[in-house]
Nanobody
Framework: QVQLVESGGGLVQPGGSLRLSCAAS????????MGWYRQAPGKERELVAA???????NYADSVKGRFTISRDNAKNTVHLQMNSLKPEDTAVYYC???????????????WGQGTLVTVSS
């Protein structure tokens, strides 16, 4: 069984910072892509930042220059450093991974349970 476990959400004032972490665990053969999405109330889930299968990073225009994604391949972990947070960044943040599991070598796309980020004074 493979799972993603997120941490680091919470309440922060506008202009503040938070760091989210996501660790993949289980019978993982290889991770092709991994990153963060978010879903605000009444809105669709959207990409925030991700490492692609080609090794590039993609960022939503709304977070460029404020958010930075990083990874630790040895620990199957990605982090999202969020600076200069705005009220419009308030959302549930979900970790996502496109990976291959051992034994069956099936390609799976899995999601974490989500972590709430609230930006408010």
């Amino acid at each position: 069984q493979v799972q993603l476990v997120e941490s680091g959400g919470g309440l922060v004032q506008p202009g503040g910072s938070l760091r989210l972490s996501c660790a993949a665990s289980g019978s993982i053969f290889s991770i092709y892509a991994m990153g963060w999405y978010r879903q605000a109330p009444g809105k669709e889930r959207e990409l925030v930042a991700a490492f692609t299968s080609g090794g590039r990073t993609n960022y939503a225009d709304s977070v460029k220059g404020r958010f930075t994604i990083s990874r630790d391949n040895a620990k199957n972990t990605v982090h999202l450093q969020m600076n200069s947070l705005k009220p419009e960044d308030t959302a549930v943040y979900y970790c996502n991974a496109d990976l291959v599991v051992t034994v069956s070598y099936k390609n799976l796309q899995i999601w974490g349970q989500g972590t709430l980020v609230t930006v408010s004074s």
